[in-house]
């Protein structure tokens, strides 16, 4: 995730995130609970200084890439109970831009990764576009400039297809994995 969603969806989601912190607590004790209090603590903090600015992309983008804040609030993806909940939340996010667009269609793995790699607008753009286009149409059209010079699959890749045949492939060599098979495994039992 980037480091500006992190700050925008705190900014955005940070209350329902921490109302299921808080659920997690109320089912703890002792020492863990505290622990947990504490975390609570801190993510109210990083919610506040992420809703310090106008909610907009270029203010949370300043916020996340040029202050302290910022760059602690995107640790917290790492944290082993707010990072599935802020990536949830980013899927979920993603889901209901395209459903808003009209895509009606269920989002492949695939295609919710194009619009995470992408951001929601420009990887609608793909995910939409007729297949004969998207031979032709350059991967760089839907970067920022940074963006697409430090992603080694957009550059490789060169047209809109050839991304989409590339992230499709890694989606489903992933599925062979043994932690994925474990994880599926896991669920039909």
Known sequence: MLSTNSVSLLAEHGGRIAAA????ANSLGGTPKLVMERKID??????????????RWSEHDRLA??????????????DIDIGP??????????????????????LTAAELEIMNLTGDGNGFDII??????????????FFQQQGYERNPVARRTGVV????????NKMQRGTQAQGARDLAASFLH
Do not use: C, Y
């Open 21 to 24: 912190l808080r659920q997690k």
């Open 42 to 55: 801190a993510l109210k903090r990083m919610i506040a200084f992420s809703r310090s600015v106008p909610d």
């Open 65 to 78: 890439k040029t202050t302290a804040g910022g760059f602690g609030i995107h640790a917290a993806v790492l």
């Open 85 to 106: 909940l802020l990536q949830v939340q980013k899927l979920t996010d993603s889901v209901h831009f395209a459903r808003s667009k009209g895509f009606s269609a269920p």
């Open 128 to 141: 939409s576009m007729p297949q004969d286009l998207r031979t032709r149409v350059p991967t760089a059209n």
């Open 161 to 168: 297809a050839n991304l989409v045949a590339d992230i499709e």
